[in-house]
């Protein structure tokens, strides 16, 4: 288990001390040991952090060495909670890659809680929606956002201006919002495909990009209903 908010790390000795104490604690030999630091060491790029003591680490330093910590006996399930918290951009992207290999290498289970949407976008597959005690979805992230949003958004930036007002608009295109030359347009999920086209056919587009509406939306939608 890997906690965002409380260390396993000894805070006055050096990250490699506290990997030293675990191996102990878990029999790895001395050669599986050293064989595992260098691995990890190289996918976290821990480097000299391993001989610094814990205190003089930055938080995404520390977090770093408590993932190289909570991985070293290889463990095939894996619960993290709120592993990014408090890191920067950057470093909570690494977090993220270096989790979804680890998943994909060692086939280990990974059981994520946080409250970060790019978190869960980025390494859940299959979700789960605890509100009061209970469970108001199980099941893959895509169809979630396909059953509570059943609508896309497109993004069209135009190649003119719109000195002479908006142009016409496709049947079944609402106009969401607008700056400068880019509309934001909401349409039905099926519709999207046949008024994508048809916006290209009679506009001038510079740019056009289809999203699904924010996570953040959708799952806000569910905790103010109270359900699905």
């Known amino acids: 288990m890997v906690l965002g908010n409380k260390s396993q790390m000894i805070w006055d000795i050096p990250a490699m001390d506290t990997l030293r104490v675990l191996a102990e604690i878990y029999n790895l030999p001395p050669a599986e040991f050293r064989r595992r630091v260098e691995e990890l060491s190289d996918l976290l790029d821990l480097g000299e952090l391993l001989t610094r003591p814990v205190r003089n680490l930055s938080l995404g330093e520390r977090m770093k060495c ?3 910590a909570g991985l070293l006996h290889r463990p095939a ?8 918290l408090g890191l920067d951009v950057s470093i909570q992207a690494r977090v993220r890659r270096f989790v979804a290999e680890y998943n994909q290498r060692f086939g280990a ?3 994520l809680t946080s409250h970060y949407m790019a978190d869960v976008l980025a390494l859940c597959p299959r ?8 469970i108001l979805y199980d099941g893959e992230l895509n169809e979630l956002a396909r059953r509570l949003a059943p609508y ?11 000195e002479n007002g908006l142009p016409e ?9 607008q700056e400068d030359q880019t509309l934001i347009l909401r349409v039905a999920r099926d519709d999207a495909p046949g008024i994508t086209a048809a916006l290209l056919n009679r506009l001038a587009v510079a740019d056009l990009v289809v999203e699904d509406p924010p996570l953040e939306a ?6 103010q209903e109270g359900a699905l």
Do not use: Q
């Open 66 to 68: 408590e993932l190289a």
């Open 77 to 84: 399930v894996l619960f993290l909670d709120e592993p990014t």
């Open 109 to 111: 289970t990974v059981i």
């Open 127 to 134: 979700v789960i929606l605890i509100h009061d005690g209970r």
């Open 152 to 162: 896309k958004l497109l993004k069209v930036t135009l190649a003119a201006g719109l």
């Open 169 to 177: 608009l496709p049947p079944g295109a609402e106009l969401m919002s």
């Open 218 to 223: 959708v799952i806000d939608k569910i905790y």
